[in-house]
C-alpha cells in the first residue's frame, strides 16, 4: 500500500534523492488519504501543496472490477492528468495566527455544564451563556435515569461545581446577539453588550418537550405526558390502571424521527409503577420498543413484572376518550384481532422532543447547518461527530438530536475534547486551499459575501478580501463571482485545462516530478 509505513519511507527517501519538486501518488481516496501524504512532503521538506493525488481504487479497480484491462487503461489515464496538472502546481504559504485560549459555551443545560466542566479541568477560560434564568435546562425536571441514577443530585452538583469553578464566567438570562471572526479568534457580543472573544463555541442549546395537541392532553387531568407522569409517580394509588402511549408527534409526517429517549423513560416508568405494585395495572401502547443496548433487559424487567404490551399500527392509533366520569382508552389488540378497551385511571403520552427554538437563530449567527427537523447537522457522522463544517465551532447534547442523559454527556466530553485540542495550539495554519481574490477584476458586487456559507469574504477598501483561516476551499466563490476575480489555489483554469490536455497528449514525466502508483489499489 503507498500509505503504509514502509511506502511513506520510501517516497520521503525518493524527494531526497532525485531533488523532486512534485510528486503524483495513484492509490486511493484523497478524502481520507491526502493529508497523510501531504505530512510525508513536509517531512522531506517540501511544501505541502506541490502534490496531487488520482483515485484509481475508487474510479478504476472498483468499479471495473470484471474488466482489469479497461481498469488499467483508465488508471494510466488518470496518472497522466495529474501528472499535467502537477507541472502546474504553486506552494501555497499562509501565515499562522494566534488563538485565544478562552470558549463560549451557549447552554446551560447538562450538555452545557458538561462541556463547560470539562474545559475548565483542563485549564482553560469558560464563558457560559444560558438564556434562562437557572441552570439545568429541561434535565432539571428529570429526577431518575432510566437505570434508576440520580439524576436531579449529578446534575445540582455539577451545576455547582461549575457556578463555583473561578475559571466559568456565567451569563444568565442572556443570549448571543452578534458573532464575528474565524476558528481561534472569534467576537461575540451578547444582548446586554459584553464583548467575549474565544477560540472555540460550543452549541449545547438543547430541545424542548412537545406539547401534544391530542389524545384529551389539555383537556383532561388524567392526561399527562410523560415528564408530568414521572414527576407525579409517587402520588399514583395502588390500585390504579395506567397507560403509557409511545411515539406521541414523534415518526409522524412532518416529523418523521425518533426521539429515542421515549422507550427508555417508558419503560423505567413502567417498572417503577408495576414492580412490587401487584395491585396496579400497567399498559404501554407502541409502535416499535427501541430498547437499544442494556435497555433491553429493562424490558425484559417489565414484562417480568407484569407489564402490558399493546403493539398498533400508525393508521390505528389509540383513541383515548370519556365514558361518563371514566376515562377510557380504545386500541386494536393484533395479537386478540379485536378492540382493546381499558378503563384508565392516568393516561401518560411520551412526547416527542423537539429543536430548541434557539437553533435556527444560533445557525444564522455562527452561519451553521440545521438538518431538516431543525437539530444542528454534523460536519461528518463518523470523522467529525461534533464538528461542525466551520472549524472552531462544535456541538453538543440535544441541539443535535434527541438523546438520554449518558449520551449528553458523552457528546459533550467528546466537544469538549475536540475544542481543547484546538485551544491546546500557541497558532493555527490556514488550510492552505483557500480563495484569492484578483483586486483588479472585483467590483465589490458582494455576491462572493452573500454566498460563502463560512463568513470568509467581506469588503475592505471596496475590494473583497478573503479570510484564509476561514475558508475551507470550497470554491462556490471562485464558481459564482460574475467577473472571474477569484481563483482557487490548486483550481485554477490553467490547471484544468492542462488536466483535460494531459487525457489526450502523451507526455512523460517532466526531470523533477516522480508519480508514485499503488499497485495493491
Known sequence: FACAQDSIKKIRETIAEQGLNRVVVASCSPRTHRPLFQETLRQAGLNAHLFEMTNIRDQCSWVHQHDPDAATEKSIDLVRMA???????????????????????????????????????????????????????????????????????????????????????????????SVSGYRGNFVSTLDDGTTIKHGVAI????????????????????????????????????????????????????????????????????????????????????????????????????????????????????????????????VFDQTLQRELEIRADLVGLAEAVLPGDANRELAQLFKVPLNEDGFFLEAHMKLRPVDFASEGIFMAGVAHSPKNLAENIAQAQAAASRAGSLLAKDKLESHGVAAQVDPEKCAACLTCVRLCPFGAPHIKEGKAVIETVICQGCGTCAGECPNKAIKLEGYHDEMQEALLDGLYVEKELPPGMAAIADRTA
Open 203 to 330: 452549541l449545547a442549546t438543547g430541545g424542548q418537550p412537545y406539547r401534544p395537541g391530542e389524545y384529551l392532553y389539555g383537556e383532561d387531568a388524567r392526561v399527562l405526558t410523560s415528564l408530568e407522569l414521572q414527576e407525579k409517580s409517587a402520588e399514583v394509588p395502588e390500585q390504579a390502571t395506567v397507560v403509557l402511549i409511545q411515539c406521541v408527534g414523534s415518526r409522524e409526517p412532518g416529523r418523521p424521527y425518533c426521539s429515542r429517549v421515549c422507550c427508555g423513560r417508558s419503560l423505567a416508568t413502567a417498572l417503577a409503577l408495576q414492580e412490587n405494585h401487584p395491585g396496579r395495572q400497567v399498559f404501554v401502547l407502541y409502535r416499535d420498543i427501541r430498547s437499544y443496548g442494556f435497555l433491553e433487559e429493562l424490558y425484559a424487567r417489565c414484562r417480568e413484572a407484569g407489564v402490558q404490551f399493546v403493539r398498533f399500527e400508525p393508521e390505528a392509533k389509540p383513541r383515548v376518550y370519556r365514558e361518563g366520569a371514566d376515562l377510557m382508552v380504545s
Open 83 to 177: 501528472v499535467a496538472k502537477a507541472r502546474l502546481l504553486q506552494p501555497v504559504h499562509h501565515g499562522p495566527v494566534g488563538v485565544e485560549k478562552t470558549a463560549l459555551v451557549v447552554g446551560g443545560g447538562l450538555a452545557g455544564l458538561t462541556a463547560a466542566d470539562n474545559l475548565a479541568g483542563q485549564g482553560y477560560a469558560v464563558h457560559l451563556v444560558e438564556r434562562g434564568g437557572e441552570l439545568g435546562g429541561l434535565a432539571r425536571r428529570i429526577r431518575t435515569g432510566v437505570n434508576g441514577e440520580d439524576a436531579a443530585g449529578y446534575l445540582k452538583g455539577l451545576a455547582a461545581s461549575v457556578s463555583q469553578n473561578r475559571l466559568v464566567t456565567m451569563h444568565l438570562g442572556r443570549v448571543v446577539a
